[in-house]
């Protein structure tokens, strides 16, 4: 009985010690494994008389009762201490925000299109659209470009099948603009110039508008595609000069590039549907190699491009839509958005634009939440 007793208090104590699960397995095969001592003790029962198995029966097992519930009770304090310690070296600080999900982001060409919107909108212009595929009245008769312009050739436009006269009966004839729709052949628009006339004539001026949106030619390299985007611009009014005209493109790029060290140039050129017209160019600096929009070029590395057409509208487009070219005169220009998107975001190579490649659109793309304001900068990095 001294033996069993002497034994359990060694063994409950080496239990006790024990620092580690590693330890504490180690007490364990060495009291209850295959050739432990308790697990020997247990052994030598079938040997032992029926008076002593009465004797020392109950002390064996209440030997091996101890010591088992001894080595669970101290298991689980070191695996809760470990589970501790664990927790304590991988605390999440909760403080910091969390991953922001996958999320779409939108194209340059759209964040640019509410780019002009917005600062021609503080300039008091509307935003007015039409449709893709233009009559061919609206697209070059209206536009004062004769039949044997080079523009009308099929090189340079998509010209469509012309519907059966029945498809083309749905729409009353009532006005001019209405007895065109019907009667002409069918193109898609090679401008947004069309949406000028539409507006002349569904509207009595004065009048301010820009009309953005897709447009079509039959050309495709580093700098052009069959589509690309344009935003065209018009203002009719009484008492319009070429000096409204410079001062409205000059603020416009101030805003846009957000410089106010932009310097223009216009430079006389010829458009059908404007008199006098007008190329603008705008100045650049060389900074660190690069090209930056702004600065004076006539100083330094720096040069003259070309960024717009324009041009005072002229007096046989107001009077095709309905107005008196002696009592209402108006200034328009164009430009593409891709190319102010290049310019503005630094892309070497407009077919990228419509290539789909979402690891370009990701790169070059913009959140939604980067929504361009006047006094937030319109020019949000991408």
């Known amino acids: 009985m001294t033996d069993t007793d002497d034994l359990k208090?060694?063994?409950?104590?080496?239990?006790?010690?024990?620092?580690?699960?590693?330890?504490?397995?180690?007490?364990?095969?060495?009291?209850?494994?295959?050739?432990?001592?308790?697990?020997?003790?247990?052994?030598?029962?079938?040997?032992?008389?029926?008076?002593?198995?009465q004797t020392r029966g109950p002390a064996i097992h209440g030997l091996r009762e101890a010591v088992t519930t001894a080595i669970a009770a101290r298991k689980a304090h070191l695996e809760q201490v470990a589970l501790d310690a664990q927790l304590a070296s991988e605390a999440l600080d909760m403080t910091l925000p969390a991953d922001a999900?996958?999320?779409?982001?939108?194209?340059?060409?759209?964040?640019?299109?509410?780019?002009?919107?917005?600062?021609?909108?503080?300039?008091?212009?509307?935003?007015?659209?039409g449709p893709e595929m233009e009559t061919d009245w609206h697209n070059f008769g209206a536009l004062n470009i004769p039949e044997t312009h080079p523009a009308r050739a099929m090189h340079d436009t998509f010209y469509l099948e012309q519907p059966a006269r029945a498809d083309r009966d749905g729409q009353s004839p009532s006005s001019a603009d209405a007895q065109h729709d019907r009667e002409t052949p069918r193109v898609l628009r090679t401008h947004t110039s069309p949406v000028q006339i539409r507006t002349m004539l569904a509207n009595k001026p004065p009048i301010r508008i820009i009309a953005p949106g897709r447009t079509y030619r039959s050309d495709s390299d580093a700098t052009h595609t069959p589509m690309f985007h344009q935003v065209e611009g018009l203002v009719i009014d009484k008492g319009i000069t070429l000096g409204h005209l410079k001062w409205t493109l000059e603020?416009?790029?101030?805003?846009?590039?957000?410089?106010?060290?932009?310097?223009?140039?216009?430079?006389?050129?010829?458009?059908?549907?404007?008199?006098?017209?007008?190329?603008?160019?705008?100045?650049?600096?060389?900074?660190?190699?690069?090209?930056?929009?702004?600065?004076?070029?006539?100083?330094?590395?720096?040069?003259?491009?070309?960024?717009?057409g324009s041009g005072m509208v002229h007096p046989k487009v107001i009077a095709a839509c309905g107005l008196d070219p002696d009592e209402w005169q108006g200034f328009a220009f164009g430009c593409g958005i891709d190319r102010l998107a290049m310019l503005q975001y630094g892309m070497d190579d407009l077919r990228a634009f419509f290539d789909g490649d979402i690891r370009w659109l990701k790169h070059y793309g913009f959140s939604a939440l980067d929504v361009p304001t006047l006094s937030g900068g319109v020019g949000t990095p991408a």
């Open 9 to 53: 208090t060694h063994l409950l104590v080496a239990i006790d010690a024990a620092a580690s699960l590693d330890a504490l397995e180690a007490v364990r095969v060495d009291a209850l494994g295959k050739q432990g001592r308790v697990t020997q003790l247990l052994k030598t029962m079938g040997a032992l008389s029926p008076e002593e198995r």
């Open 101 to 129: 999900p996958l999320a779409g982001t939108v194209h340059p060409v759209s964040q640019v299109m509410d780019e002009l919107a917005e600062i021609f909108a503080d300039l008091g212009f509307a935003v007015a659209s």
């Open 251 to 308: 603020t416009f790029l101030k805003a846009f590039f957000e410089r106010d060290d932009i310097v223009l140039r216009l430079r006389p050129s010829y458009f059908p549907f404007t008199e006098p017209s007008a190329e603008v160019d705008v100045g650049y600096s060389i900074v660190k190699g690069k090209r930056v929009i702004g600065g004076d070029p006539t100083k330094g590395d720096g040069g003259w491009m070309e960024v717009l």
